[in-house]
């Protein structure tokens, strides 16, 4: 009954709304976590500020790590938030849960997250480094990336059965995106395999967009460009834990 029931439309938009108040309530609950979370995203761009706050203008190694933190952060948000309720979700399937609905809802609330986070390190950095980036588009291309990272951490999560397995995964899918870089060799040397899985990282485009817009020769549009595979990711990542979970069943 709820497969048919789930026909009517691929997402059921008020299902989401109710789902989305409902997490968000459990996050707000659960504040010690929470904070957790939020206080990776100072500790970081401390970090980041102690290493790059002698330079005298921001260097490409200074867009990488922050594209490649913000994935992190956004894929630790995430990593977890549907595994440690696959039994009620599965309950809940049972009674006509919209799977688009509930990934709906886990999107919606985890992106304040994001957008919290992204400030938060956005603005430290900028306030010690003179990154060459406007800190407007600094918290935009970076929640981009960390919106991708949380998809991922979702596709993740629905995929496994264990919140400890989310985790260990996590370095697994961070530590490709530095192997498969411009700073681990010049990116014309990627060929064939290689060069598609490097084309498949999202850090790359997050990175590259970054630097098109520090780069005083470089064009703006060019810079948006390359955040649509961002993007595409994204909702690649989403349809991906959408699948998984539409043919989970007790």
Known sequence: MSDAKEKKGFIDWFQGAVLADRY???VLADWKNTLLLLSQAPILAALAVMVWGNVESGTPALYFVMTLSVIWLGCMDSCREVVKERA???R???FNLNVASYLYSKARVLALLNVVQVVIYAVIIHKFVDTRVPV???I???LFSALCGTCLGLLISSSVRRSDYAVGLVPLVIL???LFSEF???KDNFEGASRWVFNLMPSRWGYES???FADSGGSELTAVGKLMPLAAFSVLFLFGAWFILRRQRY
């Open 24 to 26: 968000l309530e459990t």
């Open 88 to 90: 009620l979700f599965l």
């Open 92 to 94: 809940e399937r049972m």
């Open 136 to 138: 407007g588009w600094s």
């Open 140 to 142: 935009i291309n970076l």
């Open 176 to 178: 490709p995106q530095i």
């Open 184 to 186: 681990s060799i010049d």
């Open 210 to 212: 970054m630097l098109e």
